[in-house]
């Protein structure tokens, strides 16, 4: 397994399949084995901590065994606080080395159709609008998602049910890291993944 490196902390992980934890799900699910891509969450406090004390985060897939990595954590302290989302500018870089300017950001409400997390490209016009710091907020379905999951390197939408999982996809490709499903709500039709840090 190549991540750049190593030295990954886990915080989530999905294998794709219907009815998971979302990344910004907070109810622990310890008896998965993440590095096999099966369903693992720590709890919103633990993500937190481990994304202060860390300095960049990492989305790996099974499918192509491929990563993209950004500079920047993917959480903050707001994670744990009632009805909070943030965005913070960063730099990805895939596995092949190429690199690109974007935004990393989360919700922990509106978000029962999705849009819990998000990576997605420098500001630039939606079939709603324009983003802002990476994300439209079109919808309070699903806040963190782009009308038509446009501009995204890694989305969320599940809203053909709105349960608050998760459903994983690449709607815009970074050199090798592809993209998979334009932009699909299904439920259960994601990818299998993991988040970390360093």
Avoid at 165 to 184: E, H, I, K, Q, R
Wanted: aromatic letters at 12%; a negative charge.
């Amino acid at each position: 397994m190549d991540t750049d490196g190593g030295g990954w902390t886990i915080l989530w992980a999905t294998s794709g399949a219907n009815n998971q934890q979302a990344a910004t799900g907070d109810i622990q699910v310890l008896d998965g084995d993440p590095l096999n891509f099966e369903h693992y969450n720590r709890n919103r406090i633990f993500k937190a901590l481990l994304s202060f004390v860390s300095a960049e985060g990492l989305v790996r897939r099974q499918s192509g065994d491929t990563w993209i990595k950004f500079d920047h954590v993917p959480f903050d302290e707001s994670l744990t606080q009632v009805s909070k989302h943030a965005h913070f500018a960063t730099n990805f870089t895939a596995a092949d080395g190429t690199t690109a300017p974007g935004f990393v950001g989360f919700a922990n409400y509106n978000i029962a159709g999705g849009g819990d997390f998000n990576l997605s490209m420098a500001d630039g016009a939606t079939c709603n609008g324009s983003t802002t710091m990476g994300v439209d907020h079109h919808s309070g379905n699903y806040y963190h998602l782009n009308c038509g999951c446009q501009r995204h390197y890694l989305y969320s939408y599940s809203n053909n049910v709105k349960d608050g999982d998760g459903n994983y996809n690449v709607n815009t490709a970074l050199g090798s890291w592809t993209a998979t499903n334009s932009c699909t709500s299904g439920e259960g039709t994601g990818l299998a993944l993991y988040l970390a840090v360093r």
